[in-house]
T-cell receptor, first 114, second 111 residues
Framework: DVKVTQSSRYLVKRTGEKVFLECVQDMDHENMFWYRQDPGLGLRLIYF???????EKGDIPEGYSVSREKKERFSLILESASTNQTSMYLC?????????????FGSGTRLTIV | ELKVEQNPLFLSMQEGKNYTIYCNYSTTSDRLYWYRQDPGKSLESLFV?????AVKQEGRLMASLDTKARLSTLHITAAVHDLSATYFC???????????FGTGTRLQVTL
């Protein structure tokens, strides 16, 4: 089974800090994604990556950046954390053309900015 | 651009009853997916529907796809409390398997 591992389940950081959320998948998937989920707003795509060192902006990239130096790891960076970035962050991976189709999600990181 | 709409957004149903969640999408989607999310948890895959007329069933849940109507349904038979969760449908356009999600249907099954 594909495993997508997010480094922290719960995280509390201070306003203005630089925050790193890490995501690692173990099935050689090319595609990786970061979403945030807020009540009433559904899942919103922040950034995604088709391959190593490639990244594409999603729907809400402002205030975030990403890094993909290795195929298995996709990091989300909050450059200067703000309270409106308090949210549940979900990482997912996928691979074109082979099963399992669709996303495999990590367990999520609930981030609180104080 | 693919848009996915689910309804209802919230569904409260009694144990033992049947109900259907609807998922409409705006343009051609290569596949249609259903996910389940328990409170405070991540999403897990339920079904992948690959072609017109596809039907998948597991336990009390059955999903179907009508690509001509751009409609997928998730039918719940004789609901039980354990099915209480939020259900998402999603479509993809085949580009890097990037999915577009509906807003989710929160299902609450009461005794």
């Amino acid at each position: 089974d594909v495993k997508v591992t997010q480094s922290s389940r719960y995280l509390v950081k201070r306003t203005g800090e630089k925050v790193f959320l890490e995501c690692v998948q173990d099935m050689d998937h090319e595609n990786m994604f970061w979403y945030r989920q807020d009540p009433g707003l559904g899942l919103r795509l922040i950034y995604f990556s088709y391959d190593v060192k490639m990244k594409e902006k999603g729907d809400i990239p402002e205030g975030y950046s990403v890094s993909r130096e290795k195929k298995e790891r996709f990091s989300l960076i909050l450059e200067s954390a703000s309270t409106n970035q308090t949210s549940m962050y979900l990482c997912a991976s996928s691979q074109d053309g082979r099963e399992p189709y669709g996303y495999t999600f990590g367990s999520g990181t609930r981030l609180t900015i104080v | 651009e693919l848009k996915v709409e689910q309804n209802p957004l919230f569904l409260s149903m009694q144990e033992g009853k049947n109900y259907t969640i609807y998922c409409n999408y705006s343009t051609t989607s290569d596949r249609l997916y259903w996910y389940r999310q328990d409170p405070g948890k991540s999403l897990e895959s339920l079904f992948v529907l690959l072609s017109n007329g596809a039907v998948k069933q597991e336990g009390r849940l059955m999903a179907s796809l009508d690509t001509k109507a751009r409609l997928s349904t998730l039918h719940i038979t004789a609901a039980v409390h354990d099915l209480s969760a939020t259900y998402f449908c999603a479509g993809d356009t085949g580009t890097a398997s990037k999915l577009t999600f509906g807003t989710g249907t929160r299902l609450q099954v009461t005794l």
